[in-house]
Structure formats: C-alpha cells, structure tokens
C-alpha cells in the first residue's frame, strides 16, 4: 500500500497556477511518484477543458446590470 495520500483539489489548483512555489513542488513531486495522481490531473484537466468547451448561455438583456445592482445592495 502506498504511503502517498491520495489525489485531492491540489490538482485542480495546480493546473489553474493557483499554487505557491512551495504546493506547486509538492504537487510536481506527487506527480512524479504517483500514477494515481497522473491520472487524476489527467481527469482533472478532461473535465475543465469539457466545462471550458460549452457554449456560453443565453441570458436575458440586462440580466448582468441587474445582477450587479443585486450585489450593490447586499
């Protein structure tokens, strides 16, 4: 059994740069080391370029300017 902890959302920071130098080593080291977490980089970056790939929805004219408004206020 592996001593490695398992893949976690370290991935998904790490591949959006949202790691410092120190958790970006951390997680090199990890992938370096680990299949398991290969592969979960691998599913991670699937499902943000899957996500990434859909077409922006519709929205109503002024819905933004609305949902500003609504932010201003609370």
Known sequence: MSSLPEPDD???AYLDEEL???ERAAV???LARSEAWRAG???VAWARDAVRSLPA???P???WATVGDERSRA
Do not use: I, K, N, Q
């Open 57 to 59: 929805p519709d929205v």
């Open 41 to 43: 980089l691998a599913e």
């Open 20 to 22: 410092d130098a120190t």
């Open 61 to 63: 004219a002024g819905f």
């Open 10 to 12: 370290r991935l998904s």
């Open 28 to 30: 090199d080291d990890l």
